[in-house]
């Protein structure tokens, strides 16, 4: 049977069928191409039978999107890494024995009415604020990664989800509905 090639605005060339004469075609970019009369066949570039295919190796937009989706996801891991590591620790019992050794008798006194009136606290309000700036950064770098996550999640869903065309059997277009 005879087989011609069929060119699409993109720069690819579709292969068709002479039985295929008058209907829709669909390129590979996802453009409707009107498969052109037997009459006006004659005038395309016909396909050898013994020659493959033309296909193409151009990337589309979908390709685009999910290798910036994985590139996405892939950052969100190095993310997480630099977050787990600025995690602000807490003072362990032995810090707060260490601190409270190094006290002058005044500092002692000063100490044990704190705690008698607020709890235990050998730290000073500087050391505190580092503390809750540590925290901050560490809150941010989990809000960072996972906005940077869950966008490359969806970036690689639409890839792969988003524009399926029905191909009916034989990979041909469902029929139209005056046909």
């Given at each position: 049977?005879?087989?011609?090639?069929?060119?699409?605005?993109?720069?690819?060339k579709?292969?068709?069928?002479?039985?295929?004469?008058?209907q829709t075609a669909?390129?590979?970019?996802g453009?409707?191409?009107?498969?052109?009369?037997?009459?006006?066949?004659?005038?395309?570039?016909k396909l050898?039978?013994?020659?493959?295919?033309?296909?193409?190796?151009?990337w589309?937009?979908?390709?685009?999107?999910?290798?910036?989706?994985?590139?996405?996801?892939?950052?969100?891991?190095?993310?997480?890494?630099?977050?787990?590591r600025?995690?602000?620790?807490?003072?362990?019992?032995?810090?707060?024995?260490?601190?409270?050794?190094?006290f002058?008798?005044?500092e002692s006194l000063?100490?044990?009415?704190?705690?008698?009136?607020d709890?235990?606290?050998?730290?000073?309000?500087?050391?505190?604020?580092?503390?809750?700036?540590?925290?901050?950064?560490f809150?941010?770098w989990?809000?960072?990664?996972?906005?940077v996550?869950?966008?490359?999640?969806?970036?690689?869903?639409?890839?792969?989800?988003?524009?399926?065309?029905?191909?009916?059997?034989?990979?041909?277009?469902?029929?139209?509905?005056g046909?």
């Amino acid at each position: 049977m005879n087989r011609y090639l069929l060119p699409c605005s993109c720069g690819r060339k579709i292969p068709i069928e002479v039985g295929q004469a008058g209907q829709t075609a669909r390129c590979e970019c996802g453009a409707p191409l009107k498969v052109p009369t037997m009459l006006e066949m004659a005038a395309l570039e016909k396909l050898d039978s013994e020659s493959p295919p033309v296909k193409s190796t151009a990337w589309g937009i979908r390709q685009g999107l999910a290798l910036l989706g994985i590139v996405m996801v892939l950052a969100s891991l190095v993310l997480a890494v630099i977050a787990y590591r600025s995690r602000p620790g807490t003072p362990s019992a032995e810090l707060i024995r260490e601190r409270c050794q190094e006290f002058s008798p005044v500092e002692s006194l000063r100490y044990w009415h704190e705690l008698r009136d607020d709890g235990p606290d050998p730290f000073s309000r500087r050391e505190k604020e580092q503390h809750a700036d540590v925290g901050r950064r560490f809150h941010l770098w989990v809000t960072v990664t996972l906005v940077v996550a869950a966008g490359g999640i969806v970036l690689v869903a639409s890839a792969l989800f988003g524009g399926k065309v029905y191909r009916g059997k034989k990979g041909g277009l469902p029929p139209r509905s005056g046909d």
